[in-house]
């Protein structure tokens, strides 16, 4: 055995040496094996996390080597060296050691730094109580709530009503006629209000007109006026309140200027259209653009197809076809072929684009073509829907009604027959309105009398009597002309269609507010007055506060609920953004795809059939969703069940239902607990409370004095009342004096009951961390530390002031570290919104029970943010292999469990210009890539739907449970060797890459947006960045294609963040929390990763090298390069006009010659390097025996079925999967604000344009010739644009969000000085020095 032992360490040393040949230059590994080394070197780590330091001035000292202790490492260091090519045949290297090192010192950061331990310990004293969900009984109470909303607006719908209808009596015997126009209200009569989102006046309505009004019709707006105010006083979430007047006025309250450019006709509305005809309405409407139609008649169909387009709303159903020698359909969807489609947001998008694109003909028009098709259209729909009496059947023809000379009669006849015969088939139900086109103010009277006859359906004056026993729905002909006010004459084309005076309340589904911002869903109702249809009565509801029961519903760890309409239509599922924050309607879909596991559509049948009732269903792990596993309390079992329950919402046609995960088992609560006696506690409103010790933290208003308090909007009963109301001082001191009352006498402002206890369990880390900020030597490495609770309670040290908006559960280190129970957790790098630069977090749970760490069980989760580059810096201090050659040939990384680096040499190299964030490992190591996705029982490449903003997303998950490391000796390239393993204890693996030749290797990565090079298909083993594709949809039933239906539904999606705007006076005189002295750190090691430090190394024109580097804050030279802009929007650099031009050049796309050129040497260099690898992989085929029983975790370890044809599949995978790079042509395409349009219409199949194939010189037509061949993923993206078009999702969310107070993310800048806080009372400043 001893020998067999002896004879394994051999080979691996063999293997070793040929992996990582150790140059002249090279530390002997026998350093980092010897145990009295690795302890030294261990202690050498400790050093930095030391805490028996006496000052904050002298702890830094024990980072400061003399001059001693320099020349002496340095004699060992160069003795080591001179030794090394004696020993280095007898050394072996261990990337698990090294892993084991690495892991020592992150759990360090974890239990010493942040205090999880400690806080662990805590939590696992305090008493808990015990829930089991009872969902029938909770559904009830919750829709009951819901209920009562929802007939609070109907009340004041009704009341608003009977106003409107009793003024009229009135107005019949004193006439109501008198106008207050809206746009004529002067400015000092209105004030800004948040809710709004607008200047408002709060006593008055006021007015807008159609086109044409009478001087004499009814205005009840002075009648309106009290009744609307009580109203809007007496109920929250309430925004416009309107009367829209069948005469054509438009009284609205509050009062605002809007719309003021022209007229104003509100009765081509979609909300008006669905009141006073609330029947399901299917229309198809044909354009004429034959020869016989000029340009300016075009103009005019094109105009009238979108008012009809834009008057409907997703209950009616629509197709837009063109005609002239065939019959042309919206090709932006395939469904539109053969059905009418609901008029949502995105048919509505598509058809506007199709009905744009409409170019005139030379060819005649074929009249009864088009109507062929538009019936056709409209029995398939029939068909499918099961039609009923109640839908009204439309064709809106828009034409000049010409036709050819030589057969004009006939050409009538055919038509009007085939119009008969088509119309038979369908009860003669469908009505035909025609609008003739006039031609420059002529027309004829037969083209007039054709299109009256095709209105009229009178096919008897054409020789076609009509023997139906239905009659014909008679329509009716309009001509239109350039003077013509389309919105009136052709948007009201419904009072053509029967009213059947339904006289009832409707809601509408979610709508970007027109008049204000965000969403909202409108209550309306007809007034009538006998017969006589008297307008509509509206009020729009903030769409945040209707759904905001169901948004923050957290009534335990293990539940959450959504709400759907009577068809299944989701309006809320916690997979969606946040309607406060909510930028773009999410996609009309099915609750089916959103709860994509098996077993639920029987559910969901139920769900929509029955008022009320409950039903579980078991599903297999390897099926889950995210949000279910991140629920799990008992993981061990290979299914888990499911509980539904649901209830109709009474009065309305809304379903609400709430989800239990593992409904069996209970979970746990925190019972009554007193604060911490030493705590203090302080909310984080430090600009209403005068925090004397007030100072700046980057950008943030701050104090080190204490940690603060931040309940989000989920700590509040009312969440929404929350979010829309500003605090005051008094508020603030009630929850304060809440929080803090040990004997519970003092009433609850709002809050929900548990989150007391959350505040006061939390309060016992105060000591923990005030402790630190005074010993600890990483102080100057280390942004923030904080700990947030499941019901929104975050504690956060240094005190901050934060955005109301702010909810630490859907942040990504919240999410991930509950998804990975009881490990240390790494998220980033992501630039931070305090102004801190690019941080790393790491994030760890805490549990009801240290012996129980399932995701279900996570009472708390601990965070605490580093400079990017610190962790780069514990790479080279614990692996001195890692600064061998400055990360050329030989380079160190981390990596997160989706592949995102956290530490690599190009995330803290000057010149790569693009942000550090979602840097992947397929970006910047395309060898290991290409390599590690042929192991798949490590690496999966999965995908999911986000219904957010309608993409399907690719993305990696790396497997955290494999034990010992992963390695290239056998299989992949034998230029660039790697080894990677994980680093026990976290979601994180670390990794070493050695390269000795010139290689090649292709990942497809888009240097313009995330598309994906090929959304048609994706291989498992095909390497590309993480990308996304647009989400297909068949916008006709609003199913997902077949593929997509299989993809889960992504989890939370990112919301965008924003920082609370101060006083700008206090950004002048307030000092900084921390002062790290970056002028007096002469050295890179000393000013490396130090926060707010950057080491300048290059000159201002973004490559010249500085002779004598220095460190400088970070607002000096970003990213080491001096005057770089930083990448937050307030902080202009002063770069040279040069680097501006050296950005424009790399992102020039390259001329047709150029990529000719290009393209012959791709060709000859592919060939040549094809045969060498032949050449090479033949030589190379039959390996030493030792190869085969190599001790790492190989793919035959993974996956032993594919062991007999790996050496085939290097051949079958060609050249791609071993290729280093390619070189590409890189096109730059306008940056659009909606990133998600730029990708409807783009095949799969088309040219690569836009793709980096990760050249060393990725956006350079000339890349210099002493390329170092591994330094790939230098991304040099136009760094002087406001938004850099590599700017991954989250910075380009940020930087294009401006900074606010209180309302949405992307509010003008205007209003941000209405805003800002004043401190009220005197300032006295403190600051800590952090000398490390």
């Known amino acids: 055995m001893k020998r067999l032992k002896r004879s394994a360490k051999l080979r691996s040393s063999v293997l070793f040496s040929e992996v990582f040949p150790r140059p002249a230059t090279r530390i002997p590994s026998l350093l980092f094996n010897d145990p009295a080394i690795m302890a030294r070197r261990a202690r050498k780590g400790s050093a930095i996390l030391s805490r028996n330091t006496p000052s904050l001035w002298n702890k830094c000292a024990l980072l400061h080597w003399d001059n001693s202790e320099v020349v002496t490492w340095s004699f060992v260091v160069v003795l080591s060296l001179f030794c090394c090519g004696f020993c280095g045949a007898e050394t072996e290297f261990s990337i698990m050691d090294e892993a084991q090192v690495l892991a020592v010192q992150i759990k360090k950061l974890s239990t010493q730094e942040l205090g999880v331990f400690t806080m662990q310990r805590i939590f696992d004293s305090f008493v808990y109580t015990e829930k089991t969900s009872n969902g029938e009984t909770e559904v009830q109470q919750l829709a009951k709530k819901i209920r009562e909303k929802f007939n609070r607006y109907l009340d004041v719908v009704n009341r608003n009503k009977q106003v409107v209808e009793a003024s009229y009596t009135a107005h019949l015997t004193s006439p109501l006629t008198a106008i207050q126009d809206c746009c004529a209200i002067p400015p000092s009569m209105m004030e800004f ?103 300016t008649q075009l103009q005019i169909a094109r105009d009238a197809a979108l008012v009809i387009l834009n008057a409907i709303d997703e209950h009616d159903k629509i197709s837009i076809l063109s005609v002239a020698d065939a019959v042309r359909f919206c090709s932006l969807d395939q469904c539109y072929k053969s059905f009418l489609s609901p008029a949502t947001s995105e048919t509505k998008r598509k058809m506007t684009t199709f009905i744009s694109n409409i170019k005139a003909s030379d060819s005649p028009t074929q009249h009864a073509a088009g109507f062929q098709k538009a019936f056709q259209l409209l029995r398939n729909t029939s068909n499918v829907t099961k039609h009923q009496t109640t839908t009204d059947m439309v064709i809106i023809y828009l034409s000049s009604g010409l036709t050819s000379r030589d057969g004009s009669e006939q050409e009538k006849r055919a038509t009007l027959s085939m119009v008969k015969e088509e119309n038979r088939h369908l009860n003669n139900s469908v009505m035909i309105l025609t609008y003739a086109l006039m031609n420059d103010g002529v027309t004829g009277l037969k083209e007039l009398a054709f299109l009256r006859d095709l209105a009229e359906q009178n096919s008897m004056k054409y020789g076609f009597p009509d023997r139906s026993s239905q009659p014909v729905v008679k329509g009716s002909m309009m001509v239109l002309n350039q003077l013509s006010n389309l919105e009136t004459s052709v948007g009201r084309f419904y009072i053509n269609l029967p009213n059947r005076m339904i006289d009832q309340a409707s809601f509408s589904l979610p709508y970007a507010d027109q008049m204000g911002d965000g969403f909202i869903m409108t209550v309306s109702r007809p007034c009538y007055f006998g017969n006589l249809l008297l307008g509509v009565v509206g009020v729009d509801v903030n769409l945040a506060y209707i759904l905001e029961d169901v948004t923050y519903y957290q009534d335990s760890l293990a539940s959450y609920t959504f709400l759907i309409d009577n068809k299944g239509y989701t309006l809320m599922h916690p997979s969606l953004t946040r309607p406060y924050l909510m930028t773009e309607a999410p996609l009309h879909t099915d609750i089916i795809h959103y709860e994509n596991i098996p077993g639920f559509p029987a559910v969901r049948q139920n769900i929509l059939s029955l008022p009320l009732g409950s039903q579980v269903i078991a599903v297999p792990v390897n099926s889950s969703l995210s949000w279910h596993m991140n629920r799990l309390r008992d993981t061990s079992k290979d299914a888990y069940n499911v509980s539904y329950a649901w209830k109709l ?69 009312s969440p929404y009342e929350h979010l829309s109301q500003p605090e005051t001082k008094r508020m603030v001191e009630h929850y304060t004096a809440y929080l803090s009352d040990n004997t519970r006498l003092i009433a609850n402002p709002g809050l929900k009951s548990s989150v007391r206890n959350e505040v006061m369990a939390t309060s016992h880390v105060t000591d923990e961390w005030m402790t630190l900020m005074e010993m600890s030597s990483l102080n100057c490495y280390i942004v923030r530390r904080y700990i947030a609770t499941p019901n929104g309670v975050l504690r956060i040290y240094p005190g901050s002031l934060m955005d109301k908006a702010f909810d630490p559960t859907r942040r990504q280190w919240y999410l991930h570290a509950v998804a990975n129970p009881g490990l240390i957790t790494f998220t980033g790098p992501y630039l931070d919104i305090g102004g801190a630069g690019y941080v790393v977090t790491i994030s760890h749970t805490i549990h009801a029970s240290s012996s129980k760490k399932a995701p279900g069980s996570a009472v708390a989760v601990m965070g605490i943010d580093f400079t990017l580059r610190y962790f780069y810096k514990v790479l080279l201090d614990l692996l001195p292999i890692c600064n061998q050659d400055k990360g050329n040939k030989i380079r160190c990384f981390i990596m997160e469990d989706r592949g995102y680096l956290v ?97 090649l290797a292709f990942c497809a990565c888009s240097t313009v947006d995330r598309l994906c090079l090929n959304c048609h298909r994706m291989e498992q083993n095909e390497c590309e960045c993480p990308c996304e594709c647009p989400l297909e949809v068949n916008e006709c039933t609003g199913n997902l294609t077949n593929a997509e239906n299989r993809n889960p539904s992504c989890e939370v999606h990112q919301e965008p963040l924003s920082l609370t705007v101060i006083d700008p006076s206090l950004q002048d005189t307030l000092p900084q929390c921390i002062n790290t002295r970056c002028s007096q750190r002469y050295t890179s090691s000393d000013c490396f990763g130090v926060l707010d430090c950057e080491w300048c190394m290059v000159d201002s024109d973004g490559k010249t090298h500085l002779d004598k580097p220095y460190c400088a804050l970070q607002k000096e030279c970003f990213g080491g390069i001096v005057g770089a802009k930083s990448p937050y929007v307030d902080g202009m650099g002063l770069l040279d006009e040069d680097v501006a031009s050296i950005n424009m050049i790399k992102s020039a796309p390259v001329g047709p010659v150029a990529g000719g050129i ?77 990133r998600r349009r730029r990708y409807w219409g783009r095949s799969g199949t088309e040219s690569d344009h836009g793709y980096s ?80």
């Not at 009290?226 to 929250?236: C, G, M, R, T």
């Not at 980057?698 to 004095?705: R, S």
């Not at 090479?1176 to 030792?1186: A, D, G, K, N, T």
């Open 193 to 295: 209000d948040g809710n709004f989102n607008t200047n408002v006046s709060k006593t008055i309505c006021c007015d807008r007109l159609s086109p044409t009004v009478s001087s004499r019709a009814f205005n009840p707006g002075r009648d309106l006026n009290s009744v609307l105010a009580d109203n809007l006083k007496s109920n929250p979430g309430i925004k416009w309140q309107y009367f829209s007047s069948e005469e054509g006025i438009f009284t609205v309250f509050p009062a605002h200027k809007f719309h003021c450019k022209g007229s104003y006709e509100h009765r081509s509305r979609p909300v008006y259209v669905s009141a006073v005809r609330p029947q399901s309405k299917h229309i198809v409407v044909i354009v004429d653009h034959g020869a016989s139609v000029t340009e």
């Open 649 to 717: 919402v009474q009065d309305t046609s809304f379903i609400l239902c709430i989800v239990y995960v593992q409904p069996e088992i209970p979970v746990k609560q925190l019972k009554n607990l007193n604060t911490a006696a030493s705590s203090k506690l302080l909310y984080h409103r430090l600009d209403l409370l005068g925090q004397p010790s007030s100072c700046l933290h980057f950008k943030q208003l701050a104090t080190v004095e204490s940690p603060t308090v931040m309940l989000s909007a989920g700590s509040f009963s």
């Open 903 to 999: 530490a690599h040499p190009t995330l803290i190299d000057p010149k790569g210009h693009a942000p550090a964030e979602q840097q992947h490992i397929t970006h910047k190591e395309p060898l290991v890539a290409n390599d590690i996705l042929n192991h798949p029982n490590f690496v999966k490449k999965n995908l999911c739907n986000s219904f957010s903003d309608r993409t399907v997303q690719r993305f990696y998950k790396f497997n955290t449970s494999i034990v010992g490391d992963l390695t290239n000796l056998v299989h992949g390239s034998h230029c660039s060797k790697y080894r990677l393993t994980r680093i026990p204890g976290t979601n994180a693996f670390a990794g070493i890459v050695n390269e000795t030749c010139d290689s």
């Open 1158 to 1234: 290009m393209g012959c040497i791709m060709v000859l260099v592919l060939a040549v390097y094809a045969y060498r690898h032949q050449i090479h992989r033949r030589s190379h085929q039959h390996m030493s025996p030792l190869a085969a029983q190599e001790m790492s975790v190989r793919m035959s370890n993974l996956d032993n079925e594919r062991d007999e044809r790996d050496e085939d599949s290097h051949e079958d995978r060609g050249i791609i999967s071993n290729t280093r790079f390619i070189a590409a042509v890189i096109e730059r395409h306008t940056h659009s604000p909606e």
């Open 1253 to 1332: 194939t990760m050249s060393p010189q990725e956006d350079s037509e000339n890349p210099p010739c002493n390329n170092d061949p591994l330094s790939a993923g230098v991304d040099v993206g136009n760094h002087d644009d406001d938004l850099d078009l590599d700017t991954p999702p989250q910075t380009a969310a940020l930087l294009s969000h401006k900074f606010h107070s209180y309302r949405y993310p992307h509010h003008h800048p205007l209003h941000t000085h209405t805003h800002t806080h004043h401190l009220q009372a005197a300032v006295t400043v403190h600051s800590v020095d952090a000398e490390c």
